[in-house]
């Protein structure tokens, strides 16, 4: 789904023209962004947490030259869905 579609897809399930609804997703991921990267997670009920998570660097063995190579550390964002979403993922 392209964001195109889900503003369609939003202003078509609400009374908000797409204008408007573009407005708000553009809003909405804008706080998202500025929250995550402050470190903060975000919670949203009944889909799941997103957060930021660093991941340390580490070593590894390059699988054609058999060379180490050294991965460096870096933030990595991270999504653990809701029970309710997992509930509907089992019964898919």
């Not at 579609?5 to 908000?16: F, G, R």
């Amino acid at each position: 789904m392209t964001n195109k579609d889900l503003i369609n897809t939003i202003a078509s399930n609400t009374s908000l023209t797409k204008t408007r609804t573009d407005e708000l997703l553009s809003a909405t991921v804008a706080v998202l962004q500025k929250e995550l990267l402050a470190g903060r997670s975000v919670q949203l009920q009944n889909f799941g947490i997103l957060e930021m998570q660093r991941k340390s660097s580490r070593t590894v063995i390059h699988p054609k030259t058999k060379e180490l190579t050294t991965i460096p550390e870096k933030m990595q964002l991270t999504f653990k869905a809701s029970n309710s979403i997992k509930e509907q993922l089992k019964n898919a």
